[in-house]
Protein backbone atom coordinates (compact mmCIF):
# COMPACT_ATOMS: atom_id res chain seq x y z
CA UNK A 1 0.00 0.00 0.00
CA UNK A 2 1.77 3.56 -0.98
CA UNK A 3 0.97 6.51 0.78
CA UNK A 4 0.12 8.56 -3.01
CA UNK A 5 -0.46 12.41 -2.78
CA UNK A 6 -3.60 13.75 -4.83
CA UNK A 7 -2.38 17.40 -5.38
CA UNK A 8 -4.12 19.84 -7.32
CA UNK A 9 -5.82 23.50 -8.47
CA UNK A 10 -9.22 23.89 -9.64
CA UNK A 11 -10.97 27.11 -10.16
CA UNK A 12 -14.81 26.28 -10.69
CA UNK A 13 -14.55 22.66 -8.88
CA UNK A 14 -14.01 20.31 -11.72
CA UNK A 15 -10.54 19.82 -11.26
CA UNK A 16 -11.35 19.18 -7.26
CA UNK A 17 -14.20 16.63 -8.62
CA UNK A 18 -11.66 14.32 -10.46
CA UNK A 19 -9.31 14.88 -7.40
CA UNK A 20 -11.95 13.05 -5.34
CA UNK A 21 -12.48 10.38 -8.01
CA UNK A 22 -8.89 9.44 -8.42
CA UNK A 23 -8.36 9.20 -4.43
CA UNK A 24 -11.14 6.82 -4.61
CA UNK A 25 -9.75 4.77 -7.13
CA UNK A 26 -6.64 4.80 -5.48
CA UNK A 27 -8.12 3.91 -1.75
CA UNK A 28 -10.62 1.04 -4.15
CA UNK A 29 -6.88 -0.34 -5.47
CA UNK A 30 -5.60 -0.72 -1.80
CA UNK A 31 -3.85 2.34 -1.14
CA UNK A 32 -3.87 5.46 0.73
CA UNK A 33 -4.30 8.65 -0.85
CA UNK A 34 -4.85 12.02 0.55
CA UNK A 35 -6.42 14.96 -1.41
CA UNK A 36 -4.94 18.49 -0.99
CA UNK A 37 -5.69 21.32 -2.55
CA UNK A 38 -2.53 22.91 -3.58
CA UNK A 39 -3.07 26.49 -1.99
CA UNK A 40 -4.80 24.87 0.93
CA UNK A 41 -1.71 22.66 1.90
CA UNK A 42 -1.36 21.70 5.89
CA UNK A 43 1.61 22.70 7.41
CA UNK A 44 3.77 21.49 7.83
CA UNK A 45 3.75 20.03 4.64
CA UNK A 46 6.62 17.46 2.42
CA UNK A 47 5.81 15.97 -0.21
CA UNK A 48 8.28 13.38 0.81
CA UNK A 49 5.89 12.20 3.18
CA UNK A 50 4.69 10.37 0.20
CA UNK A 51 5.34 7.23 -1.80
CA UNK A 52 3.93 8.46 -5.05
CA UNK A 53 2.01 12.09 -6.33
CA UNK A 54 -0.74 13.17 -8.85
CA UNK A 55 -0.89 16.69 -9.31
CA UNK A 56 -4.40 17.79 -11.70
CA UNK A 57 -4.86 21.47 -12.49
CA UNK A 58 -7.64 22.85 -14.94
CA UNK A 59 -6.62 24.96 -17.78
CA UNK A 60 -7.98 28.99 -18.12
CA UNK A 61 -7.31 31.55 -21.07
CA UNK A 62 -4.99 29.10 -22.40
CA UNK A 63 -2.84 28.26 -19.26
CA UNK A 64 -2.87 26.11 -16.30
CA UNK A 65 -2.98 27.56 -12.61
CA UNK A 66 -0.76 29.92 -11.89
CA UNK A 67 -0.08 28.68 -8.09
CA UNK A 68 -0.03 25.58 -9.54
CA UNK A 69 2.50 25.81 -12.17
CA UNK A 70 4.70 27.91 -9.61
CA UNK A 71 4.43 25.39 -7.22
CA UNK A 72 5.69 22.22 -9.26
CA UNK A 73 8.30 24.07 -10.87
CA UNK A 74 9.42 24.85 -7.51
CA UNK A 75 9.33 21.07 -6.28
CA UNK A 76 10.30 19.81 -9.83
CA UNK A 77 13.15 18.17 -8.23
CA UNK A 78 10.85 16.10 -5.39
CA UNK A 79 8.45 15.25 -7.90
CA UNK A 80 10.75 14.04 -10.65
CA UNK A 81 11.55 11.56 -7.61
CA UNK A 82 8.91 9.92 -7.03
CA UNK A 83 6.05 7.94 -9.13
CA UNK A 84 3.83 10.79 -10.39
CA UNK A 85 1.47 11.40 -13.23
CA UNK A 86 -0.43 14.85 -14.17
CA UNK A 87 -3.99 15.28 -14.91
CA UNK A 88 -4.86 18.45 -17.22
CA UNK A 89 -8.54 19.67 -16.81
CA UNK A 90 -9.82 21.31 -20.10
CA UNK A 91 -12.84 22.01 -21.79
CA UNK A 92 -10.65 22.32 -25.30
CA UNK A 93 -10.82 18.35 -25.48
CA UNK A 94 -14.43 18.44 -24.63
CA UNK A 95 -15.43 19.28 -28.36
CA UNK A 96 -13.85 15.63 -29.35
CA UNK A 97 -12.39 17.10 -32.55
CA UNK A 98 -8.58 15.83 -33.03
CA UNK A 99 -7.57 19.71 -33.19
CA UNK A 100 -9.57 20.25 -29.68
CA UNK A 101 -7.60 17.41 -28.28
CA UNK A 102 -4.20 18.32 -30.22
CA UNK A 103 -4.63 21.70 -27.85
CA UNK A 104 -5.01 20.12 -24.55
CA UNK A 105 -1.84 18.15 -25.13
CA UNK A 106 0.07 21.01 -26.34
CA UNK A 107 -0.99 22.66 -22.69
CA UNK A 108 0.33 19.77 -20.98
CA UNK A 109 3.61 19.75 -22.96
CA UNK A 110 3.74 23.62 -22.10
CA UNK A 111 3.60 22.91 -18.72
CA UNK A 112 6.02 20.31 -18.54
CA UNK A 113 8.52 22.27 -20.10
CA UNK A 114 8.02 24.97 -17.89
CA UNK A 115 8.30 23.38 -15.03
CA UNK A 116 10.81 21.24 -15.85
CA UNK A 117 8.58 18.22 -14.47
CA UNK A 118 8.35 14.97 -16.26
CA UNK A 119 5.43 12.69 -14.47
CA UNK A 120 5.52 8.92 -15.42
CA UNK A 121 2.06 9.49 -17.03
CA UNK A 122 -0.54 12.51 -17.98
CA UNK A 123 -3.80 12.65 -18.56
CA UNK A 124 -6.13 15.11 -20.62
CA UNK A 125 -9.83 15.35 -18.75
CA UNK A 126 -12.47 17.01 -20.78
CA UNK A 127 -14.20 19.34 -18.34
CA UNK A 128 -17.09 21.28 -18.11
CA UNK A 129 -19.21 24.33 -18.86
CA UNK A 130 -20.88 25.68 -15.57
CA UNK A 131 -22.62 28.27 -16.36
CA UNK A 132 -24.33 28.31 -13.32
CA UNK A 133 -21.24 29.68 -11.62
CA UNK A 134 -20.07 32.32 -13.76
CA UNK A 135 -20.61 35.92 -13.68
CA UNK A 136 -22.51 37.54 -16.74
CA UNK A 137 -19.30 38.48 -18.33
CA UNK A 138 -17.46 35.51 -18.31
CA UNK A 139 -20.89 33.22 -19.21
CA UNK A 140 -21.09 35.10 -21.92
CA UNK A 141 -17.72 34.86 -23.27
CA UNK A 142 -18.20 31.18 -22.71
CA UNK A 143 -21.23 30.94 -24.46
CA UNK A 144 -19.40 32.30 -27.44
CA UNK A 145 -16.70 30.35 -27.57
CA UNK A 146 -19.19 27.27 -27.06
CA UNK A 147 -20.94 28.63 -30.12
CA UNK A 148 -17.61 28.55 -32.32
CA UNK A 149 -17.27 24.97 -31.23
CA UNK A 150 -20.53 23.75 -31.78
CA UNK A 151 -20.77 23.71 -27.74
CA UNK A 152 -23.28 23.87 -25.38
CA UNK A 153 -25.05 27.27 -25.37
CA UNK A 154 -27.92 26.95 -23.06
CA UNK A 155 -26.80 28.77 -19.93
CA UNK A 156 -29.68 28.01 -17.97
CA UNK A 157 -28.13 25.11 -16.88
CA UNK A 158 -24.44 23.20 -16.66
CA UNK A 159 -22.42 20.45 -18.44
CA UNK A 160 -19.84 18.09 -17.71
CA UNK A 161 -17.94 16.28 -20.13
CA UNK A 162 -15.47 14.31 -18.19
CA UNK A 163 -15.15 10.47 -18.76
CA UNK A 164 -15.39 9.22 -15.58
CA UNK A 165 -14.22 5.66 -17.44
CA UNK A 166 -10.91 7.03 -18.72
CA UNK A 167 -10.01 8.91 -15.62
CA UNK A 168 -10.71 5.65 -13.77
CA UNK A 169 -8.44 4.05 -16.05
CA UNK A 170 -5.84 6.35 -15.56
CA UNK A 171 -5.58 5.88 -12.19
CA UNK A 172 -5.85 1.94 -12.21
CA UNK A 173 -2.94 1.84 -14.42
CA UNK A 174 -0.72 4.55 -12.26
CA UNK A 175 -2.02 2.35 -9.26
CA UNK A 176 -1.23 -0.80 -10.49
CA UNK A 177 2.68 0.77 -11.19
CA UNK A 178 3.26 1.38 -7.36
CA UNK A 179 2.47 -2.43 -6.43
Given at each position: ????????????????????????????????????????????????????????????????????????????????????????????????????????????????AETGW??????????????????????????????????????????????????????????????
Amino acid sequence: MAQVLVLYGSTEGQAATVAERIADVLETAGHDPAVVHIKHRPEPFDLTDYDAVIVGASIHMGKHQKYVRKYVKRHADELNRLPSAFFSVSLAAADDSEEGWEGAREYVAEFLAETGWNPDATAVVPGALKYSQYGTLKRFVMKQIAKRTSGDTDTARDYEYTDWNEVEGFTSDFAESLT
